[in-house]
């Protein structure tokens, strides 16, 4: 990531805010840890990249379920169990829910989609979607960044090795588990 940096120079923090359009914690995590580490990656810069991308993305997703929420789902039915559940949770919970939904995982891309089939005032969803990124940015960066100041540069690689080791072989232990098994002889 420090390599990455120092190649791109500011050009990184366009593709931070790229990247935090669509998602991005881990990438902001890893960002702000190799800045604490390396020094290379300017954290405020950081937050104001991912704060603005996050933003954008969400509005972008708003938008789109305001305007094809209902045909959309009819076409990608594995997402309406998911817009259900954060169109209940917005039901429930209503601005806290937009403040809180970036934390919630396996739904930050849906639940913005869900707010605007759920007909919620643009102007407000704006408003609490811009607090909201700004304190995902702004928690995402600062948790990073304790890290890569705590662990230091080398303890850093292999703290970021075996997380993404171990991701990856539960998501494939997870994957060999779910397969369909045959029953022998058939």
């Given at each position: 990531?420090?390599?990455?940096?120092?190649?791109?120079?500011?050009?990184?923090?366009?593709?931070?805010?790229?990247?935090?359009?669509?998602?991005?914690?881990?990438?902001?995590?890893?960002?702000?840890?190799?800045?604490?580490?390396?020094?290379?990656?300017?954290?405020?810069?950081?937050?104001?990249?991912?704060?603005?991308g996050s933003f954008a993305?969400?509005?972008?997703?708003?938008?789109?379920?305001?305007?094809?929420?209902?045909?959309?789902?009819?076409?990608?039915?594995?997402?309406?169990?998911?817009?259900?559940?954060?169109?209940?949770?917005?039901?429930?919970?209503?601005?806290?829910?937009?403040l809180s939904f970036r934390?919630?995982?396996?739904?930050?891309?849906?639940?913005?989609?869900?707010?605007?089939?759920?007909?919620?005032?643009?102007?407000?969803?704006?408003?609490?979607?811009?607090?909201?990124?700004?304190?995902?940015?702004?928690?995402?960066?600062?948790?990073?960044?304790?890290?890569?100041?705590?662990?230091?540069?080398?303890?850093?690689?292999?703290?970021?090795?075996?997380?993404?080791?171990?991701?990856?072989?539960?998501?494939?232990?997870?994957?060999?588990?779910?397969?369909?098994?045959?029953?022998?002889?058939?």
């Amino acid at each position: 990531m420090a390599e990455f940096w120092a190649e791109w120079g500011a050009l990184a923090y366009v593709a931070a805010a790229l990247w935090a359009f669509f998602e991005g914690e881990t990438f902001v995590l890893v960002a702000a840890a190799a800045g604490a580490a390396t020094g290379i990656v300017d954290p405020w810069l950081l937050i104001a990249s991912v704060w603005l991308g996050s933003f954008a993305g969400d509005q972008t997703w708003f938008t789109l379920g305001r305007k094809f929420g209902p045909s959309a789902l009819r076409r990608f039915p594995k997402a309406e169990a998911r817009v259900a559940r954060a169109s209940g949770l917005l039901e429930r919970y209503g601005a806290l829910f937009v403040l809180s939904f970036r934390f919630l995982y396996g739904i930050r891309n849906v639940a913005s989609a869900a707010c605007g089939i759920a007909g919620m005032d643009h102007r407000r969803f704006a408003v609490l979607n811009f607090i909201a990124a700004g304190i995902w940015a702004c928690t995402f960066t600062a948790a990073g960044w304790f890290l890569g100041a705590l662990l230091g540069p080398e303890r850093l690689l292999w703290v970021l090795v075996g997380t993404a080791v171990t991701l990856i072989g539960v998501y494939l232990l997870r994957r060999f588990l779910r397969r369909p098994r045959v029953a022998p002889g058939v």
